[in-house]
């Protein structure tokens, strides 16, 4: 099954709506957004557009809407070294032996 990749347009403009529904449930408009973020009102219109925003507008708005959750989501912690996966493959996979081709003589 096929799943199409998105675009960073259309993540952006996802992720700009998703903080815009999280303002209006707040009964918050983009000023009162921009004051509780110490960000600008133009911060604001550019993420919830889509239109281009820095990581520190994502952080702190999404901090005024407590989804620091989501953001740690963005960015697991990793419980197994992918190395230490490759060595186990490795130990537990039967050697390989290439046989030269003899020559009658």
Do not use: H
Not at 1 to 17: A, H, N, Q, R, V
């Amino acid at each position: 099954m096929d799943i199409p990749l998105k675009s960073i347009d259309d993540y952006e403009i996802l992720i700009g709506e998703q903080f815009k529904r999280l303002r209006i449930a707040a009964e918050m408009d983009q000023i009162q957004l921009a004051g509780a973020a110490n960000i600008s009102l133009g911060a604001i219109k550019n993420l919830e557009n889509g239109s281009g925003s820095s990581l520190k507008t994502l952080i702190r708005v999404a901090r005024v809407f407590n989804q620091e959750k989501w953001l740690e989501s963005l960015c697991p912690q990793t419980t197994v070294s992918p190395m230490q996966v490759l060595r186990d493959q490795k130990l537990n996979k039967p050697r390989q032996r290439v046989y030269k081709s003899r020559k009658a003589e």
